[in-house]
C-alpha cells in the first residue's frame, strides 16, 4: 500500500496542475474575450492543418530511423514498421501517463523481438540526451536571433507590474510567491514520499553519460545527425505551417514558428501531452508579435487538439497494427517450432 502512495500524490500533483492551469488561461476572460477566441476557432481553415499532419508522420519517420541506428550496433535489428508503431504508440500514451510512452514503446519493442529491456531503455535516454541539446540550441539561437523583441517583452511585463495600481501589483506578486512556493512544496513532497530521490538522479546522470557514450557504436554518425536535423526541421514547419490556419497568425514568419516550436516544447515537458500547458506557452510567445491574449489562446489550443486528435488517431491505428503483427509472429514462431 505504502508504494502506491508516491503514485497516487504524482498523478494528483500532475492533474491538479493542469487543472490550475486551465483556470489560469480563462480566469480573467470578459463575454468579449469568449467571442473573439470562438469567432477565431469558427472561421479557422482546419483544412490548412493536412500538411502539418504530413510533416508530423515525417518527423517519427526520422525520428525511427534515427531510433533504429541506435539499436543495430547492439545485435539486434527489428523492422522499421514495428519501431515506427511502437513511437507512435508511446506518443499515445505520453497524452495519459507521464512519460509513460518511452517505457511502453520499449515494453512494445523487447516483448516482440527478444530484446532486453534495460538496452532500449538506454537508446531512448541517448535520444533524449540529443534532444535536449537540440532543445538548447534552439533556444539560444532564438534569444540571438529575437533578442531585441525578448527585451522588449521582458521590459513590458516589467513595466506592467510596476506601473500598476497598489493592489494590482501585490496580485501581480502574490501569484509569483505562489508559484514559488508550489515548486518548493513539490520538491520537498518528493523528497519525503522517497528516500532513494538523490540515488534516482544519480542514475539519470549515468544514464546520460552511458546514452552519449552510445553514440560512438553507431554505424554512421552522419545519418544520425542528418535524421536529428531533418526531424527538427519537420518540427519547426510544422509549427509554422499551422500559423496559416488561423486569418489572425496566417502573416506570422518563419522565426516565429522556431519560437512557437520553443515554447510549445517546454509546455509539453510540463504536463502530460501539453494540456493546459501548452496553449499557454502558444499565448504568452505570440503576446510578441502583439497578438491578443484570446486569439494566441485560440490558436494554441488549436495547435494542441490537432496535435491530440493527430497522436490519437495515428497512436490507436498504429496500436492495433503491432498486435496484428505480433499474432503474425506467434503464428509464424509456432509453425518454426
Known amino acids: 500500500m505504502k508504494k502506491t502512495y508516491p503514485i497516487i500524490l504524482k498523478y494528483a500533483l500532475v492533474f491538479g496542475i493542469i487543472a490550475f492551469l486551465i483556470w489560469l488561461s480563462f ?7 469568449w467571442e473573439e477566441m470562438r469567432s477565431a476557432l469558427q472561421q479557422a481553415r482546419y483544412i490548412l492543418l493536412l500538411p502539418v499532419f504530413i510533416l508530423l ?49 520499449c515494453t512494445v519493442i523487447a516483448r516482440q523481438h527478444k530484446i532486453p529491456l534495460e538496452k532500449l531503455i538506454g537508446t531512448i535516454i541517448t535520444e533524449r540526451a540529443v534532444d535536449l541539446i537540440c532543445l538548447l540550441l534552439l533556444g539560444v539561437s532564438i534569444f540571438f536571433i529575437q533578442y531585441g523583441l525578448f527585451g522588449m517583452y521582458l521590459k513590458n511585463i516589467l513595466n506592467i507590474i510596476t506601473s500598476a495600481p497598489k493592489g494590482e501589483q501585490i496580485k501581480h506578486w502574490l501569484i509569483l510567491l505562489g508559484v514559488l512556493v508550489t515548486i518548493v512544496g513539490a520538491v520537498y513532497v518528493i523528497r519525503r ?25 553507431v554505424r554512421s554518425r552522419f545519418k544520425f545527425v542528418a535524421f536529428t536535423l531533418l526531424m527538427w526541421c519537420c518540427y519547426i514547419f510544422s509549427t509554422w505551417l499551422g500559423c496559416f490556419a488561423m486569418h489572425e497568425t496566417q502573416d506570422l514568419n518563419l522565426s516565429c514558428g522556431i519560437i512557437l516550436l520553443f515554447a510549445g516544447t517546454l509546455g509539453i515537458i510540463v504536463t ?17 508579435y502583439n497578438i491578443n491574449d484570446s486569439i494566441g489562446l485560440a490558436f494554441g489550443w488549436l495547435l494542441w487538439g490537432s496535435q491530440f486528435i493527430f497522436t490519437t488517431v495515428f497512436g490507436t491505428l498504429a496500436y492495433i497494427a503491432i498486435n496484428v503483427r505480433k499474432r503474425n509472429y506467434e503464428k509464424h514462431s509456432i509453425r518454426t517450432a
Request: charged share 15%; hydrophobic share 45%.
Open 27 to 33: 480566469h480573467h476572460f470578459t463575454s468579449k474575450n
Open 57 to 105: 508522420l515525417l518527423s517519427h519517420i526520422f525520428r525511427t530511423l534515427r531510433w533504429k541506428q541506435l539499436v543495430e550496433p547492439m545485435g539486434y535489428n527489428p523492422p522499421l514498421f514495428d519501431l515506427y508503431c511502437a513511437l507512435l504508440v508511446g506518443y499515445l500514451t505520453n497524452q495519459f501517463l507521464p512519460r509513460g510512452g518511452e517505457v511502453i514503446r
Open 193 to 217: 514520499v522517497s528516500r532513494k530521490f538523490s540515488v534516482f538522479f544519480v542514475r539519470i546522470f549515468k544514464g546520460f553519460k552511458e546514452g552519449f557514450s552510445s553514440i560512438k557504436k
Open 272 to 288: 502530460p501531452g501539453g494540456v493546459g500547458a501548452y496553449p499557454i506557452a502558444i499565448q504568452q510567445a505570440l503576446l510578441l
